[in-house]
């Protein structure tokens, strides 16, 4: 493999990466050339709404090429086109050989949620301290345990199972809405929840948590798990989780709510810290949130009904 490196002004992002898979580039990675400088710009996008620009002021892209020839090919004839203005091709490396499937895995460590719980990858060994664990592979679907969203969540159910008081199941009947790859399931039915519905709008992720339960022998802990699209959630939970963002947990506000049974708890995350009071707004009507819980910024939201 191959890989050219060029810089672009953001205006001209989108025809370049374009050009460049005309070309053959096999994929266009594009990051701020300005990054770890006081220059560095946060570039923020919610799914399912168009990304507020196209990249970067100054960005850098990285096209990946699977023979020298394509890419030599692209850094002579790039420079030639109008839409090229003030654009540069920096250099062309090759991309050494690696085995990337362990390089992949190096990647992922055992995540600690408490002392005692963690999210184990398959290729590690448990943690000798991990009296629960959560057996998931990086795939497809979002969550690993490695984001401050997922982990605040798992957190606060581990908090609600390690009440003195706590009944044989703290959670009662469990929605993971946006389920993702169903850590949030999983990490529930660990903790001793049994009737658990996760939902996503992605089918990918219904699939990835289907494996990941199947991986965890879910059902063989006498956990009724169903996972499927959000028509799948039907009346009231004790528990509602949705990791999503803000812009969809607004919208999602009168649902979410309706789904949380009266004395039952609302968990929301993947809010940034100055997002809190636009949720508190949002869901004002029917539950006051506060806010639970924070890390990198992000914070986790909890109410009861
Ligand atoms: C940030 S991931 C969270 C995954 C996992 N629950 C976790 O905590 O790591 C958000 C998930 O919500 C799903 N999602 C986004 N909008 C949704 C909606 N309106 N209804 C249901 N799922 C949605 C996405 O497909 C994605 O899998």
Redesign the pocket.
């Given at each position: 493999m191959f890989e050219l490196h060029l810089l672009c002004p953001e205006d001209r992002v989108e025809a370049v990466s374009e050009a460049l898979e005309a070309l053959g580039a096999q994929s266009v990675a594009v990051e701020d050339a300005d990054a770890q400088t006081e220059a560095e710009q946060a570039l923020f996008g919610e799914?399912?709404m168009p990304p507020p620009r196209e990249g970067w002021q100054h960005s850098r892209l990285h096209a990946l090429f699977a023979t020298e020839e394509e890419a030599q090919r692209a850094r002579q004839i790039l420079p030639m086109q109008d839409f090229f203005a003030n654009c540069a091709v920096l250099e062309l490396t090759p991309v050494p050989d690696q085995d990337w499937v362990r390089l992949t895995q190096t990647q992922f460590a055992p995540v600690e949620i408490t002392p005692d719980f963690w999210i184990v990858p398959s290729w590690h060994d448990l943690p000798p301290q991990a009296r629960r664990s959560i057996r998931l592979d990086p795939g497809l679907?979002?969550?690993?345990?490695t984001?401050p969203?997922?982990r605040m969540?798992l957190r606060w159910m581990a908090r609600q199972g390690a009440r003195p008081n706590a009944a044989a199941s703290p959670f009662g009947r469990v929605l993971?809405?946006?389920?993702?790859?169903?850590?949030?399931a999983l990490g529930a039915a660990k903790l001793g929840a049994t009737e658990i519905d996760a939902?996503?709008?992605?089918p990918a992720?219904v699939q990835a948590t289907l494996e990941n339960a199947r991986a965890n022998d879910i059902q063989a802990m006498g956990v009724q798990l169903r996972v499927g699209l959000?028509e799948l959630a039907q009346g009231p939970y004790q528990t509602v989780?949705?990791?999503?963002?803000a812009s969809?947990l607004k919208?999602?506000a009168p649902l979410l709510s309706a789904h949380v049974a009266p004395g039952g708890a609302l968990v929301l995350?993947?809010i940034l810290e100055r997002q809190a009071q636009e949720l508190q707004e949002a869901y004002a009507p029917w539950i006051r949130l506060e806010v639970a819980d924070n890390e990198d910024g992000w914070i986790l939201m909890t109410g009861t009904r």
């Open positions: 799914p399912g679907a979002f969550g690993t345990g984001h969203t997922t969540c993971d809405y946006g389920c993702g790859s169903g850590i949030l939902v996503d709008i992605d992720a959000p989780l949705a990791n999503i963002l969809p919208v999602l995350a993947g």
